[in-house]
């Protein structure tokens, strides 16, 4: 398959757990997360990246990252399944498929509705011819068809997931057992952003801002996410909002800001 570079963007990549989960969040993070991001930026000089984790019905723990390079699956699937079996996630696995199939292909009904008998079938045969040594533990698109990057990303990280029960059982799983739910490359954590004391004026422009037709926010208990097109602070008569963030872009960034939206 062809990959057109001129279109690519970011790579959206999912990783995940082959077997039932029998570390704590933390201690797959410490040893199996952590290691494929010192690899992808080693070979595949990925510079920045951002990972959020998340939790499988399954009660496993999976991760999403969001690069800035394009990675081969095959070669991806090969490094994490290699990484994960360092905590016999590979093995276990193995073992699981081969009592399963002890007697020959053996579906799972309770799939069928997302995973046709064919289908099972199909990946049974190649799982077998692998000796189940190399599961599909990972899925990679490229972020192609979202013109708000900067958006999707930051809607993506703050979403709230509220706690479910494990089916079948009376386990309630939260969204984490222990460690860090999101992190990134330490140029991007680096990055500090605009600071300034709030005045009378500052505080009534940033309630205009959160009443705007066209600006959407997400509040949580310690923060709140406002997004915006940045002409609304001019659209809106928000002058002290608009120097401040015209400022800040061309301070950091070396972005001059357009002081009139042209007609």
Known sequence: MKYSLNKFKISFITLTLPSAQIHDDKEIINKCLNQILIEIKKYYKVRNYIWRAEKQKNGNIHFHILTDKFIPWQELRDRWNRILNKIGYIDAYRVSQQKWHSQGFRPRPEL??????????????????????????????????IHNIKKYISKY????????????????????????????????????????????????????????????????????????DYRELELNGLDALFRLFSSYMFETFGFPIQTKIAA
């Not at 011819?129 to 990679?140: E, G």
């Open 112 to 145: 069928y509705p997302t995973w046709s008998k064919e289908k099972q079938y199909k990946a049974y045969l190649r799982g077998a011819k692998q000796h189940w040594n190399n599961p599909n533990t990972t899925d990679i698109h490229a972020v192609q068809k």
């Open 157 to 228: 990280m703050t979403k709230h997931e509220a706690p479910f029960q494990i089916k079948g059982t009376n386990i309630k799983i939260g969204i984490y057992q222990t460690g860090r739910i999101w992190g990134c490359n330490r140029e991007l954590s680096n990055i500090t952003g605009a600071r300034s004391e709030i005045d009378n004026q500052l505080e009534n422009e940033l309630q205009q801002l959160f009443d705007a037709e066209n600006v959407h926010t997400y509040s949580d208990v310690y923060f709140s996410v406002i997004y915006f």
